[in-house]
């Protein structure tokens, strides 16, 4: 797989949350939330095995396994308590806030995510992935030219996931 066709299914990605009626920053924001607690858990297993900077009641894992309203809770209350972590976990996740507005696109994005992840990640960094899709935002409009805090958290992530 190449680096454009991985690059053109997380823009597919951005296209599901878009029609679900979703902002742009919106849904780089909130794949960028999906996308690190997979990063996260993938650290946890074999080649890394390095111990979780994630509680295991707020892991991928543990939202992966949820499905409908009981997805939808899971992930709210994920994204307030891990704002409410010390150190760079609660600062990536500081007044995060679930933009999706029903629990099935939640569910396509957590499945798409689960079963992608490893590849694109083999193939391409996942900080990579992130830049190419927030540098197609930008040429689409002036997004660069103001830095809000959702914006701000965004290029955090991306600098964790190097």
């Given at each position: 797989?190449?680096?454009s ?12 949350l ?6 742009y ?5 909130q ?16 080649p ?19 499905d ?43 499945r ?8 694109y ?16 935002r ?5 997004w ?19």
């Amino acid at each position: 797989m190449n680096t454009s066709s991985i690059i053109q299914k997380v823009w597919n990605y951005c296209n599901v949350l878009r029609d679900d009626g979703m902002s742009y920053g919106d849904y780089v924001e909130q794949l960028t939330y999906l996308l690190f607690l997979k990063m996260a858990d993938e650290r946890t297993q074999a080649p890394y095995n390095l111990p979780s900077i994630v509680p295991q009641q707020y892991s991928w894992s543990s939202l992966i396994r949820k499905d409908g309203d009981e997805l939808f809770d899971h992930y709210r209350h994920t994204l307030d308590a891990l704002g409410k972590e010390k150190g760079l976990l609660g600062l990536i996740f500081n007044k995060a806030l679930n933009k999706f507005q029903d629990p099935d696109p939640l569910k396509v994005s957590c499945r798409r995510s689960d079963r992608q992840t490893a590849v694109y990640c083999k193939a391409l960094r996942p900080a990579q992935t992130m830049r190419e899709v927030v540098a197609r935002r930008l040429a689409r409009s002036g997004w660069g030219h103001t830095f809000s805090i959702p914006k701000i958290r965004t290029l955090i992530f991306l600098r964790c996931l190097t």
